[in-house]
């Protein structure tokens, strides 16, 4: 699944139906329902079900192309160059009260149906937020050079 999960990122165009577009879902969470992910009792078995339930139905319809569970911001780091020198920041790129908790990438007919979608993401029914980006397609950028 990683390599799955690589070219998809990269928009190598993975199994890309004809006149289909690729969109990535970034799905934010509130820190409270990114604790759940540890919960080892019905709060986390519930938590974790939800996101299999909807990876399963991105999967019958078979638009699923990749994503990941990220792990928290405390795990992450930031990097910058700044005068040809890569700072490594200790905390994460984040300014708003939702982090970002993983990402999908579907392969669907239109923005309507990526927006569908997204709806159904567990995080937009809990108070957290789905941002709908659509993929940079790779012809776009063999055009440019």
Do not use: C
Request: charged fraction near 15%; charge should be negative; aromatic fraction near 8%.
């Amino acid at each position: 699944m990683k390599p799955l999960i690589l070219v998809a990122a990269l928009g190598l165009g993975v199994g890309v139906s004809a006149g289909a577009a690729q969109y990535t879902l970034l799905v934010y969470e509130h820190p409270q329902e990114l604790a759940k992910r540890t919960d080892t009792g019905a709060t986390g078995r519930a938590y974790w079900a939800a996101y299999q339930d909807f990876g399963g139905a991105l999967q019958a319809a078979g638009v699923l192309r990749g994503g990941a569970a990220l792990q928290t911001p405390g795990d992450s780091r930031t990097v910058t160059a700044l005068d040809g020198v890569p700072p490594v920041s200790q905390q994460s790129y984040s300014d708003s009260a939702g982090r970002l908790g993983g990402f999908f990438i579907i392969d669907v007919d239109n923005l309507q149906s990526a927006l569908e979608w997204a709806s159904r993401v567990p995080a937009a029914a809990h108070g957290g937020a789905v941002d709908v980006r659509p993929v940079y397609p790779m012809s776009a950028m063999d055009a440019a050079r």
